[in-house]
């Protein structure tokens, strides 16, 4: 069982940044894909990135590729959303999955087989 718990949601303006941490339970976290994905009110859950669990490989959906960056650390179990340069329609409920068994990242939330709570992530305009 793996725990995510997610923090660093707030309030922005627009053009700014914020960065989100996913930190995770459990060992072997080099053993599980990370991905992000976010909900805004009204609309289904969409992809944004991931990552994969040791060679690091991210990929992004088109609407943030560019603005947004991937990372994570696995001594400290953790990964990262940087996102930059920040929109209005970049509101939502963002969250990290996991996704174990050395599996690839994948843009399909039912591949995942873990999730965090959620962070609210708003961008004033």
């Known amino acids: 069982q793996v725990q995510l718990v997610e923090s660093g949601g707030g309030l922005v303006q627009a053009g700014g940044s914020l960065r989100l941490s996913c930190a995770a339970s459990g060992r072997t976290f080099d053993g599980y894909a990370m991905g992000w994905f976010r909900q805004a009110p009204g609309k289904e859950r969409e992809f944004v990135g991931a990552i994969s669990g040791s060679t690091n490989f991210t990929y992004y959906a088109d609407s943030v590729k560019g603005r947004f960056t991937i990372s994570r650390d696995n001594a400290k179990n953790t990964v990262y959303l940087q996102m930059n340069s920040l929109k209005p329609e970049d509101t939502a409920v963002y969250y990290c999955?996991?996704?174990?068994?050395?599996?690839?990242?994948?843009?399909?939330?039912?591949?995942?087989?873990?999730w965090g709570q959620g962070t609210q992530v708003t961008v004033s305009s």
């Open positions: 999955a996991a996704r174990g068994g050395y599996s690839p990242g994948s843009m399909y939330a039912y591949n995942y087989d873990y």
